[in-house]
C-alpha cells in the first residue's frame, strides 16, 4: 500500500507570495490533519479535514487555508508568506477522524524557504 | 492544559545496547492515546509503537516497547538492541479521545544517536 504522499518536497519563496502545498492520503484513509514544524515552536497542528470538511483548526493566523477533496487529498495555502513560515509541513493521514487510537501516519513532509 | 513532556534533549547509546527514552503527559482526559514517532534528518515521521489508556498491558513492537505508568502519567519507550539506523529523532505525543479530534499533540523530541 503507498504511503502518504507530498508535493513537492521542496519550495522556496519570497515575501509576499502565496504557496499551495498538496498532500495525497493512504489509500482509504479519509482524514487528514496538516502540521507545521519548526526549530523553534516544535510540531504545531494546524488543521484536521475529513469527508471535505474541517473538522479542527490550530492557532495559525487567516492566511494558512485549507480543503479536502472528494477522493480524501488535501491542501494547504499560504498567502502573503512571511519569513516565519519557514518550516517543515508535514501531513498526515488516518482511516476516522476524531480517534485517538486511530493512528495517524505522515508524508515526508515539504520543506518551504521563504527568502 | 495538556502537554507533552519531553525531557532529554539528546542521548547516545552504544550500538546493541538498549535505550529508555522519556515522555510525561499532563491531561484530565480519562481516555487518550500515546504514540512514538522516529523522524531521521530525511524528515518524514515514521509511526513506531502505540499505547491506548486503558490498554493494561504495555504496548510492545519488534525492538520497540512502551513502558506505560498512568499514575505517573509517563509512556517511556524502549528501544532494544540498538542499531545505527535508530539515529534520529523521537517524538512522543498524545491524542484525546474527549476532544474528538485527530489533533496530535507533540513533545519537543529527544534526538538519539548511536553510536558504532
Known amino acids: 500500500k503507498a504511503g502518504v504522499t507530498q508535493t513537492p518536497r521542496y519550495l522556496i519563496k519570497t515575501r509576499g507570495q502565496q504557496v499551495t502545498l498538496s498532500c495525497s492520503p493512504i489509500?482509504?484513509?479519509?482524514?487528514v490533519s496538516w502540521y507545521q514544524q519548526t526549530p523553534g515552536q516544535g510540531l504545531q497542528f494546524l488543521f484536521e479535514?475529513?469527508?471535505?470538511?474541517?473538522?479542527n483548526k490550530g492557532n495559525f493566523p487567516g492566511r494558512f487555508s485549507g480543503r479536502q477533496f472528494s477522493n480524501s487529498r488535501s491542501e494547504m495555502n499560504v498567502s502573503t508568506l512571511e519569513l516565519g513560515d519557514s518550516a517543515l509541513y508535514l501531513c498526515?493521514?488516518?482511516?476516522?477522524?476524531?480517534?485517538?487510537?486511530?493512528?495517524?501516519?505522515f508524508g515526508p513532509g515539504t520543506r518551504l524557504t521563504v527568502l | 492544559a495538556q502537554k507533552i513532556t519531553q525531557t532529554q534533549p539528546g542521548m547516545f547509546v552504544q550500538e546493541k545496547e538498549a535505550v529508555t527514552l522519556d515522555c510525561t503527559y499532563d491531561?484530565?482526559?480519562?481516555?487518550?492515546?500515546l504514540f512514538w514517532y522516529k523522524q531521521p534528518s530525511s524528515g518524514e515521521m515514521i509511526f513506531l509503537i502505540y499505547?491506548?489508556?486503558?490498554?493494561?498491558q504495555n504496548a510492545t513492537e519488534g525492538r520497540y516497547s512502551l513502558n506505560f505508568q498512568k499514575a505517573r502519567k509517563s509512556a517511556n519507550l524502549v528501544i532494544s538492541a540498538s542499531q545505527l539506523g535508530d539515529s534520529a529523532m523521537y517524538f512522543c505525543?498524545?491524542?484525546?479521545?474527549?476532544?474528538?479530534?485527530?489533533?496530535?499533540?507533540f513533545g519537543q523530541g529527544t534526538t538519539l544517536q548511536v553510536k558504532p
Open positions: 491531561t484530565s482526559d480519562q481516555s487518550y492515546g
Open positions: 479535514y475529513f469527508s471535505e470538511t474541517q473538522r
Open positions: 499505547q491506548g489508556s486503558y490498554d493494561e
Open positions: 489509500s482509504g484513509h479519509r482524514s
Open positions: 498526515a493521514s488516518s482511516r476516522l477522524a476524531g480517534a485517538g487510537t486511530d493512528t495517524q501516519y
Open positions: 505525543a498524545m491524542s484525546p479521545l474527549s476532544s474528538n479530534t485527530g489533533k496530535l499533540i
